[in-house]
């Protein structure tokens, strides 16, 4: 359904990817703010709450709270494309 018309889809907005970016850009906008919201996050990312940080890799993923869980996942996700990626790359592309 999300393909064009010509691969056979209807260029529907794929719901699950429009998700996980609304709740990215909501964790980071909270991240650069000081609302308590931050603090919340950086103990449940971190758990150790020390600093604000938002890391390309998290171990364990948080089952404490859905936000910070699907943007840890989609970190993951983000993270492990740009990695496949780089290694297609050739060294004068760099």
Partial sequence: M???YSKGGM???DVES???SLKLK???RAYNSNHIISKIQALISTKSGHGKCIHQEYPN????ESICKSVQETMKTII???RENYENILQ???
């Fill in 2 to 4: 999300k393909k064009g």
């Fill in 11 to 13: 260029k529907v907005t």
């Fill in 18 to 20: 429009l998700d996980r």
């Fill in 26 to 28: 909501q964790f980071i």
């Fill in 61 to 64: 993923v948080t089952e404490e």
């Fill in 80 to 82: 492990d494309y740009n």
């Fill in 92 to 94: 004068d592309d760099f």
